[in-house]
């Protein structure tokens, strides 16, 4: 979380208000940026979004050099004061930070004891207050020494005319334009300025002059290292007519199945896959965090419904402090839309030193996950702008789907193009008249079982993410065992049943909660009887497909209903308060 840029070269302040607006889905708190021009820093902080900061900015279409960042707050609250970027006692050094320093507390008694003052409450102030006067790659590396935990640093000072860096578990990467020099927590940044970039490793650290970079690595020695192209195609942005990205990207899940059928069906994607059936395992785990451990809960039934294994799914901020069976014959799958969410990284890292194989499924080929993975299954989805996932997560589900159907020796191609041709996404005014009913409740309830049971998790997530309602989900049948009792006269319970064998389980579980006041709506692609339709006050009918594809089926009807709940209430579906798309802090 937190964004970092740095740029040098014309437009200075645009460029790197530009950049900021990419890296916004990192954190929204706050936003600063720092210009040196003439041996002199300019300096503009807001609290809120970019647009703010833009509006306070002075353009300038000048030649400079310069620093931005912009906040999910960790430490401290969102202030003026803690936004960054920090600087040193006497002001001569600026940096932008992203990541958690873990000793600050005790740098900065140490620092408080020689009388240094500190005007915030920040972790990343204490790095700037270890700098001073003119900057030096010996500075940056008596820095990283002193500093334990996750970084990734852009810092600048009035005596150079070079952009310090320093990066460990915090995504940087570095880029080289034909007239400027660019360092960013996203390659998205470089776009029209740069055709190729560096990732910075873990450890590194370097100076960036205009048109050239020093990268050092931990054992101080230089590195040369092989610029990667930038992949134009994959950050083209934009709304596309539409009021917000999370629509648009809900609407896009189509194009990712299309991308994935057609990338899946080639050779050089199918002896991915085929890779991985090479794998000598008897025991597999799903990790990931939110969205994407949903979408590990749906890979496991897949596994258990067509590969006769031990299968496992657990959320990645767990899974490293469980005792269990983690060994060579162990097959761990990472799922990760971004690629940097820093608990799946560190349950990466922890299933590697057991000895496990690694696969990751992500969005972002570049990505941390993506790299150190044994084998990585991309999703095609393209740029995940909105905060809450959504084509993620069906891209996620399909490529679980095909992996199983590899791994158990079964044609997998032909269920995903169904499901592309009838993926349907429900009736507008339906969906919106029963999202104004739901805007006025502090409370939802959904209910499932099997596959249902998740793809309610999933619905309900986003209904929390975005709208702020206190949703709640259970498997049908634990209703009886406690939860009911949270049901009074009006609560609304929404019923998911898309399995034919569990169908009337379900819907039976749902007049118990009738009998008791609940208002039922009903999400199925079963038969609704005139009886069945009598009892729920909403019913939504999606197309039939297979059923482990039915969760992707539901989902993307469910999301847009979440969407419209959080456009009937003012609240913004893209940036959802307290949140950030890119977990980078544990
Ligand atoms: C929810 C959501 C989050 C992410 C989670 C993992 O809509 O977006 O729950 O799914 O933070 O992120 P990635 O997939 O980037 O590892």
Redesign the pocket.
Known sequence: MCGIIGYIGNNVEQKLLKGLEKLEYRGYDSAGLCVLRHGNFYVEKSKGSVEKLREKTCVKSEFGLGIAHTRWATHGKITIENAHPHFSSKGEVALVHNGIIENFEELKSALEEKGVYFYGETDSEVAAKLLSGRLSLKKIQNLVKKIKGTYAFAIISKKNNSIYFAKNKSPLYVAIGKDCSMIASDPSCFVGACDSFYPVDDGEYGKLDLKKVVFIDKHDKVVLKKSKKLDIDYFVDGKNGYEHFMLKEIYESKNVLGNIIQNYSSPLYKKLLEKVTEIDFNRVYFV?????YHAGLIGQRYFMNNIKKDVFCERASEFSYQNRILDQKSLCVF???????ID?IASLDYAKRCGAKIVSITNVSYSTIACKADINLPIFAGPEIA???TK?FVGQCAVLFLLSKVLSGQNYIDDLVSLKEDLDFGDDEKLKRFAKKLASEDKVLFIGRGFDYITSLEAS??LK?ISYINSIVEPSGELKHGPIALVEEGTILVVLATESELFIKTINNAYETKSRGAKLCLVTNQIVTETIQKEFDYVFKVKNTTSELMPVQTIVLLQKLAYYVAVTKKTNPDKPRNLA???TVE
């Open positions: 990931g965090c939110g969205t994407a799922i990760s839309q971004s690629g940097e969410t799946t905060v809450a996932s993620a997530l986003k993410e798309k890119s977990v």
